[in-house]
């Protein structure tokens, strides 16, 4: 059995591929802290993309999105921003819901899983 990681640190890696799949940590903002969900969303998935192409992946290779919204309220400027970004002939199966965040400036945290 072999699993490859990427990024590894000592507490967690971004990404973990076993079999073919990607299995990515939590990607939050890292520089638009004091801007709305609308931007942070659209570094978040800025982020995911730099990963996919790290691992030789694609977005149309997404197979589900788990969302972490610290406010509801924000839907709508997720959903602007993703609806932005996917793939829309190959859209994956995702899942929103409002969760703590780690650290009170994150409006959104998105946890993925590719084929690779």
Not at 10 to 39: D, M, W
Request: with cysteine; hydrophobic share 40%.
């Amino acid at each position: 059995m072999t699993i490859q990681r990427i990024q590894p640190s000592t507490r967690f890696c971004e990404v973990s591929i076993h079999n073919g799949i990607a299995y990515f940590a939590g990607q939050v903002p890292e520089t638009t802290l004091e801007k709305n969900a609308y931007e942070q969303t659209k570094e978040v998935l800025s982020l995911i993309n730099k990963l996919l192409t790290e691992i030789g992946s694609h977005k149309r290779n997404i197979l589900n999105a788990q969302v972490f919204l610290a406010d509801m309220k924000d839907y709508a400027q997720f959903n602007q921003a993703w609806d932005e970004w996917v793939d829309t002939e190959n859209p994956p199966s995702r899942a929103t819901v409002e969760a703590g965040l780690a650290v009170p400036e994150w409006k959104v945290e998105i946890v993925i899983t590719a084929a690779v």
